[in-house]
Nanobody, 121 residues
Framework: QVQLVGSGGGLVQPGGSLRLSCVAS????????MGWYRQAPGKQRELVAT???????NYADSVKGRFTISRDNAKRTVYLQMNSLKPEDTAVYYC???????????????WGQGTQVTVSS
């Protein structure tokens, strides 16, 4: 089995910072792209940021310049450093990873359980 476990969410004031982490575990042969999505109440899930195995990154326009995605391949972990947080960043944040298991010859997208981020004074 493969599991993604995210952590680091919480309540923060506008202008504050949070760092999310997500660890992949299980029978993993390789991890390709990793990323973060978010879903606010009443809204669709949206892309926040992605990072390839080689370190190339992509960001939603709404977070460019404020959020930074990174990964530690040895630890099978993806991070999201969130600075200058705004109330509109309030959402459940989900990590995702494209993973190939030892028992297969193809990759599949896996999702974490979600971690709540609330930006409020």
């Amino acid at each position: 089995q493969v599991q993604l476990v995210g952590s680091g969410g919480g309540l923060v004031q506008p202008g504050g910072s949070l760092r999310l982490s997500c660890v992949a575990s299980g029978s993993i042969f390789s991890i390709n792209a990793m990323g973060w999505y978010r879903q606010a109440p009443g809204k669709q899930r949206e892309l926040v940021a992605t990072i390839t195995s080689g370190g190339s990154t992509n960001y939603a326009d709404s977070v460019k310049g404020r959020f930074t995605i990174s990964r530690d391949n040895a630890k099978r972990t993806v991070y999201l450093q969130m600075n200058s947080l705004k109330p509109e960043d309030t959402a459940v944040y989900y990590c995702t990873a494209e993973i190939r298991r030892y028992s297969t010859s193809w990759s599949k997208d896996y999702w974490g359980q979600g971690t709540q981020v609330t930006v409020s004074s």
